[in-house]
């Protein structure tokens, strides 16, 4: 493959890919890591100092600003930095806070616990109402309150 080709494929994947996608999104919103291995930078450029490195498809982050294809986003620590577009999603994803927590079969305290969940596990959002989102935790699904988990 010459180098004009692999140059055209790259500006094709930059044009269709996640960045485009995510650009007409109003800030602030919800976003997770969508790779094994995505560093934040504390600006957005490559050049520019990694300040944290994560090893955890799926977490997720609050995206707080944009400038051309990098978001700066928010960690669940609380830690801002920059990220390139391409390593983020706009799958919903939440990680539990605090303490184990219950997931129930349905949206109500009074219903039935269907598994529980230590702190720091993250799951996929599906749905969320009154205060409650179904979180699907690698095929176990259950309603979880919103004040008990970080990214809805």
Known sequence: MTSRKFAMILISLAVVGPASAQSDV???YWASISVDDARMRKGPS???????????????????????????????DGTQGWMASYLLS???????TGEIRPLREDASLSAAVAYRAEPGVVGRITDCKDG?????????????????????
């Open 90 to 96: 706009r799958t919903r994803t939440a990680i539990v």
């Open 26 to 28: 109003p800030v602030p």
């Open 132 to 152: 409650w989102c179904l979180l699907d935790v690698k095929g176990r699904k259950g309603w979880i309150q919103t004040d008990h988990i970080w990214g809805d």
């Open 46 to 76: 490559p050049d520019v100092p990694v300040i944290w490195e994560y090893r955890r498809k799926d977490l997720p982050v609050k995206v707080v600003a944009r400038h051309e294809n990098w978001r700066k986003v928010e960690d669940p």
